[in-house]
């Protein structure tokens, strides 16, 4: 948002940053093992790309660089202001701008605002009774404590998500024991992962074109699996259910154990997972799978519902992130004092992602339902990117001080959102995607393409472009 703004000429914002650098959630998240799953020559911006990815799947510290990098490059320093943490985002009324307000007491007015505070960005540590009891260490994987040696550590692993089966692997090469505690099983692929040779990464640095065409057959590649997520959900069992049951075959050999980690739900009702490694990490003697479920934690460990006592040194948590609550703990107030919370009281939603009735020129990036669980999240965040450079422009252009959407179109389009959800395999079963009222605040229904059309070339109609103040 900040390198396209430049590149509009607009110097005068500024990006609000908690933390005291860049980077987001590859800035915080280091756990071993943390790599992106979707391939990085399209896991990065379409305007900047890094010909010199060491892997086609790129592990954290070189996606990081990447952004730290993308920051220097385009300039974008000395617009942050670190360690700027937001309480609250209010419209005054009288004065028809927007006041923000930090933890420091600071208050801000702006004309505009835009956030970019991600949907995985607050480590979710289940409430479970006894934890304060425990003398062990625990950590979240979003926290880890890489100066805590787990040689030779009794450890338990809470969670069999995204994050976890990259860690474990890890985890139970160090650990004398493992043992992860395991709610759901999860569908896992293998990673088609390998490194990317030095005459690959030449060629690609003087062949850009060939780099985007890669890129492209990627995009194209992934592009097509929505239909399975959306439309034939029957393709899911050759494309996912097959392969799946194929490689924990090949990697697990005992028939109880299959069937412990064999799903009982649909294929991609939660994210699908890649892993050349997990399963097969089950086959060491001191690596155990653990479905009984969690009663409490002890001092020295973890008791299941069936009186079981697992005597541990370390938890750890894989147990994922507070994804509800949209843009929490921020307080947002638009027009008359609403509470965005308060609006979205029976789920977040908004126009394409980006915009609420009430909340003039408030733009979201990553907003509810635009997140996607077959394709690259950068695509969409360019859309969205280009769209608020759209109404920008617009409000140029017919001398606007306000841009607002309407608030029909705004409930006909998120209703929409919510029918064609219906009809998607996520409606199949419970995941990070749906809230506890049975909502899908996340995902986007359709394909990324039909995103793009809408946010790129559809009339702006849909808003009201005002004089005001
Ligand atoms: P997650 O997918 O939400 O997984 C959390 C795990 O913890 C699940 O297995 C969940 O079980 C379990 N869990 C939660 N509360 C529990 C409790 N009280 N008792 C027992 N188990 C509990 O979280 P994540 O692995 O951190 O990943 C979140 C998302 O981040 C991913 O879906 C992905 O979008 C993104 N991510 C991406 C990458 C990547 O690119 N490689 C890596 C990490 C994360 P249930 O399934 O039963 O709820």
Same mark, same amino acid.
């Given at each position: 948002?900040?390198?396209?703004?430049?590149?509009?000429?607009?110097?005068?914002?500024?990006?609000?940053?908690?933390?005291?650098?860049?980077?987001?959630? +590859?800035?915080?998240?280091?756990?071993?093992?943390? %790599?992106?799953?979707?391939?990085?020559?399209? @896991?990065?911006?379409?305007?900047?790309?890094?010909?010199?990815?060491?892997?086609?799947? %790129?592990?954290?510290?070189?996606?990081?660089?990447?952004?730290?990098?993308?920051?220097?490059?385009?300039?974008?320093?000395?617009?942050?202001?670190?360690?700027?943490?937001?309480?609250?985002?209010?419209?005054?009324?009288?004065?028809?701008?927007?006041?923000?307000?930090?933890?420091?007491?600071?208050?801000?007015?702006?004309?505009?605002?835009?956030?970019?505070?991600?949907?995985?960005?607050?480590? %979710?540590?289940?409430?479970?009774?006894?934890?304060?009891?425990?003398?062990?260490?625990?950590?979240?994987?979003?926290?880890?404590?890489?100066?805590?040696?787990?040689?030779?550590?009794?450890?338990?692993?809470?969670?069999?998500?995204?994050?976890?089966?990259?860690?474990?692997?890890?985890?139970?090469?160090?650990?004398?024991?493992?043992?992860?505690?395991?709610?759901?099983?999860?569908?896992?692929?293998?990673?088609?992962?390998?490194?990317?040779?030095?005459?690959?990464?030449?060629?690609?640095?003087?062949?850009?074109?060939?780099?985007?065409?890669?890129?492209?057959?990627?995009?194209?590649?992934?592009?097509?699996?929505?239909?399975?997520?959306?439309?034939?959900?029957?393709?899911?069992?050759?494309?996912?259910?097959?392969?799946?049951?194929?490689?924990?075959?090949?990697?697990?050999?005992?028939?109880?154990?299959?069937?412990? $980690?064999?799903?009982? @739900?649909?294929?991609?009702?939660?994210?699908?997972?890649?892993?050349?490694?997990?399963?097969?990490?089950?086959?060491?003697?001191?690596?155990?799978?653990?479905?009984?479920?969690?009663?409490?934690?002890? %001092?020295?460990?973890?008791?299941?519902?069936?009186?079981?006592?697992?005597?541990?040194?370390?938890?750890?948590?894989?147990?994922?992130?507070?994804?509800?609550?949209?843009?929490?703990?921020?307080?947002?107030?638009?027009?008359?004092?609403?509470?965005?919370?308060?609006?979205?009281?029976?789920?977040?939603?908004?126009?394409?992602?980006?915009?609420?009735?009430?909340?003039?020129?408030?733009?979201?990036?990553?907003?509810?339902?635009?997140?996607?669980?077959?394709?690259?999240?950068?695509? $969409?965040?360019?859309?969205?990117?280009?769209?608020?450079?759209?109404?920008?422009?617009?409000?140029?252009?017919?001398?606007?001080?306000?841009?607002?959407?309407?608030?029909?179109?705004?409930?006909?389009?998120?209703?929409?959102?919510?029918?064609?959800?219906?009809?998607?395999?996520?409606?199949?079963?419970?995941?990070?995607?749906?809230?506890?009222?049975?909502?899908?605040?996340?995902? +986007?229904?359709?394909?990324?393409?039909?995103?793009?059309?809408?946010?790129?070339?559809?009339?702006?109609?849909?808003?009201?472009?005002?004089?005001?103040?």
């Amino acid at each position: 948002m900040a390198a396209a703004l430049r590149k509009a000429g607009i110097e005068d914002f500024i990006l609000l940053e908690k933390a005291l650098d860049v980077g987001g959630v +590859w800035r915080e998240n280091r756990y071993p093992g943390a %790599a992106c799953d979707v391939p990085s020559h399209l @896991y990065s911006f379409s305007f900047h790309p890094n010909p010199d990815w060491s892997r086609k799947f %790129a592990p954290q510290a070189e996606i990081l660089a990447y952004l730290q990098d993308f920051a220097s490059r385009f300039d974008l320093r000395r617009h942050i202001r670190f360690g700027a943490e937001v309480r609250s985002v209010a419209f005054d009324d009288a004065a028809s701008h927007w006041q923000v307000t930090l933890t420091d007491g600071i208050v801000l007015q702006t004309q505009f605002v835009v956030t970019a505070m991600g949907q995985l960005s607050r480590p %979710a540590v289940p409430d479970i009774p006894g934890q304060e009891q425990f003398t062990g260490k625990s950590f979240h994987s979003a926290d880890w404590d890489h100066g805590f040696d787990l040689r030779g550590k009794r450890v338990a692993v809470i969670g069999t998500g995204a994050s976890a089966i990259q860690f474990v692997p890890i985890v139970a090469d160090q650990a004398a024991s493992l043992t992860v505690f395991q709610r759901s099983p999860a569908y896992i692929l293998p990673r088609p992962d390998r490194a990317h040779t030095r005459l690959e990464r030449a060629f690609f640095k003087r062949m850009p074109w060939a780099l985007r065409l890669l890129r492209l057959g990627t995009y194209l590649k992934y592009e097509v699996r929505v239909v399975a997520f959306t439309r034939l959900k029957g393709l899911m069992r050759p494309l996912g259910e097959k392969p799946f049951l194929k490689l924990l075959g090949r990697q697990i050999s005992s028939a109880d154990l299959r069937k412990k $980690m064999t799903p009982d @739900y649909p294929v991609g009702c939660k994210r699908i997972l890649l892993s050349s490694d997990y399963l097969a990490a089950f086959e060491r003697p001191t690596v155990r799978l653990e479905t009984a479920d969690i009663r409490r934690i002890t %001092a020295t460990g973890i008791e299941t519902q069936d009186g079981q006592q697992h005597a541990v040194d370390v938890i750890i948590y894989g147990t994922g992130f507070a994804t509800q609550e949209f843009l929490a703990p921020l307080e947002i107030t638009g027009r008359r004092g609403k509470s965005l919370r308060k609006a979205w009281a029976q789920g977040a939603k908004a126009h394409l992602g980006i915009m609420v009735p009430d909340f003039p020129n408030f733009f979201m990036l990553y907003g509810p339902n635009t997140n996607l669980g077959h394709n690259s999240i950068i695509y $969409m965040l360019e859309s969205q990117i280009a769209h608020v450079m759209r109404c920008l422009k617009q409000m140029d252009r017919s001398k606007a001080t306000h841009v607002e959407v309407a608030d029909e179109v705004y409930q006909r389009s998120t209703a929409g959102v919510q029918r064609e959800l219906a009809r998607t395999v996520w409606a199949g079963c419970k995941s990070w995607y749906i809230d506890a009222h049975g909502h899908n605040g996340s995902n +986007w229904p359709g394909s990324t393409l039909t995103y793009r059309w809408r946010t790129r070339w559809r009339t702006l109609d849909a808003y009201r472009f005002t004089q005001q103040g």
